[in-house]
């Protein structure tokens, strides 16, 4: 079974500090994703990569950051943090079956980190 | 926008009862998946149906896909209390490779 494990389930911090969230999958997954999650607004993408030093932006890239530096490990990090990124983060992973198309496999997702910005 | 969005926002059934929830999106699609996720966890794959296909089961779980309406229904036969969570539709449109867009889900609640 595919195991994404994020390092924290709850992290309380201050705004201004620098936030790091981090991701390991266990299954040799190509593609990584970060998705915030709020009450309405349903999964928002982050960041995403296909690939070990990729990175591409999602569509609320603003105030984050990634890195990507070995196959199994994807990193949030909150550069400046702010009310508004308290949220649930969530990572997910899945294979690439030919060229990078992300719809066409399941994706699998962590716990998800309840971040709280005071 | 959202591109899928599920009807109803919540639903409350008696155990025993079917549970049909719908999502409707606006672009054409390769593919369309269902998820689930339970209070305060990650969500978790159910069903992946592609374009082509017009209904996929899975156990206890109905999916179906109609290209023409732009619409998907998911259907649990026999609810069970194990089934109360909150159900999203995810959509891989031709427009963009690069993601698959979530809906805001239903959240359905199994009475015993």
């Known amino acids: 079974d595919v195991k994404v494990t994020q390092s924290s389930r709850y992290l309380v911090k201050r705004t201004g500090e620098k936030v790091f969230l981090e991701c390991v999958q266990d299954m040799d997954h190509e593609n990584m994703f970060w998705y915030r999650q709020d009450p309405g607004l349903g999964l928002r993408l982050i960041y995403f990569?296909?690939?070990?030093?990729?990175?591409e932006k999602g569509d609320i890239p603003e105030g984050y950051s990634v890195s990507r530096e070995k196959k199994e490990r994807f990193s949030l990090i909150l550069e400046s943090a702010s009310t508004n990124q308290t949220s649930m983060y969530l990572c997910?992973?899945?294979?690439?079956?030919?060229?990078?198309?992300?719809?066409?496999?399941?994706?699998?997702f962590g716990d998800g980190t309840r971040l709280s910005i005071l | 926008s959202q591109q899928g969005e599920e009807d109803p926002q919540a639903l409350s059934i008696q155990e025993g009862e079917n549970a049909t929830m719908n999502c409707s999106y606006k672009t054409s699609i390769n593919n369309l998946q269902w998820y689930r996720q339970n209070s305060g966890r990650g969500l978790v794959h159910l069903i992946l149906i592609r374009s082509n296909e017009r209904e996929k089961h899975s156990g206890r779980l109905r999916v179906t896909l109609d290209t023409s309406k732009k619409s998907s229904s998911l259907l649990i036969t026999a609810s069970r209390a194990a089934d109360t969570a909150s159900y999203f539709c995810?959509?891989?449109?031709?427009?963009?490779?690069?993601?698959?867009?979530f809906g805001s889900g239903t959240r359905l609640s199994i009475r015993p």
């Open positions: 995810a959509t891989d449109p031709y427009s963009s490779a690069s993601k698959i867009i």
């Open positions: 990569s296909y690939d070990v030093k990729m990175k």
């Open positions: 997910a992973s899945s294979p690439r079956r030919g060229p990078p198309r992300f719809g066409n496999q399941p994706q699998h």
